[in-house]
């Protein structure tokens, strides 16, 4: 599909990491619909429950205030917090009893 996001960004877990590695959110903007960023029509992500709103772009601002808080490795990784498909999707799949994305995908097909 032309211009389908190539990963999906868990930003919940993205900030987990970040104040865990010593960095704090200053401030995040979210952008609802494709060309937002470009108009400036955002919200301010810092009042809002990032795991359960849906968005298009987003752009965070953050400042290192310490070293990492533990010395014990993050049970998180770069790969948790990027996925190739979005929640969305993989929830539409699994309500619909389908048991892989490919199925989903196959079934959307036009004969």
Not at 53 to 76: D, P, T
Not at 81 to 89: D, E, F, L, R, Y
Request: glycine share 8%; proline share 2%; with cysteine.
């Amino acid at each position: 599909m032309k211009g389908f996001p190539k990963k999906f960004t868990n930003v919940s877990l993205l900030l987990d990491f970040l104040n865990f590695n010593g960095f704090s959110c200053k401030s995040i903007y979210i952008f609802e619909r494709r060309g937002g960023f470009g108009d400036l029509n955002f919200k301010n992500g810092l009042d809002l429950d990032l795991g359960n709103i849906f968005f298009y772009e987003w752009l965070l601002i953050a400042e290192k205030k310490a070293e990492r808080i533990s010395v014990k490795r993050s049970s998180f990784t770069f790969q948790d917090i990027g996925a190739h498909h979005s929640k969305t999707i993989l929830n539409r799949s699994k309500k619909l009893g389908h048991t892989s994305l490919k199925q989903y995908f196959n079934d959307l097909s036009v004969p």
